[in-house]
């Protein structure tokens, strides 16, 4: 059974925006910890951004903050990444990510600790 789906990756120029979405089962995003990651080629997987659908909670990596923001629809069991003023930098496969055990303090967290994945989506940014 799937139960993270992303979409929304794609390509941009630098400095525009781009929206992932992450549409998860009603049993996987019910008061869990939701993450995004990216993984470069050649690079490690690194934690983007994360929310606990619980209460909203919210974690950012140094590198995005002030330009992505990490939001959910309850209605459609869905986790938005909204990703402004990107970089060339910001090049990576983005994946979806879930764990269970209520919100997501204190922090995105490292991927091993989450054993709900998507399938990825890409992001291009062009200078």
């Known amino acids: 059974q799937v139960q993270l789906v992303e979409s929304g990756g794609g390509s941009a120029q630098a400095g525009g925006t781009l929206r992932l979405s992450c549409a998860a089962s009603?049993?996987?995003?019910?008061?869990?910890?939701i993450a995004w990651f990216r993984q470069a080629p050649g690079q490690e997987r690194e934690g983007v951004a994360a929310r606990g659908t619980g209460f909203g909670s919210q974690y950012y990596a140094d590198s995005v903050k002030g330009r992505f923001t990490i939001s959910q629809d309850d209605r459609k069991n869905t986790v938005y990444l909204q990703m402004n003023r990107l970089k060339p930098e910001d090049t990576a496969m983005y994946y979806c990510a879930a764990r269970a055990g209520g919100g997501c303090y204190p922090g995105v967290g490292r991927p091993e600790e989450y054993n709900n994945w998507g399938q990825g989506t890409q992001v291009t940014v062009s200078s």
């Open positions: 009603e049993y996987t995003y019910r008061s869990n910890c």
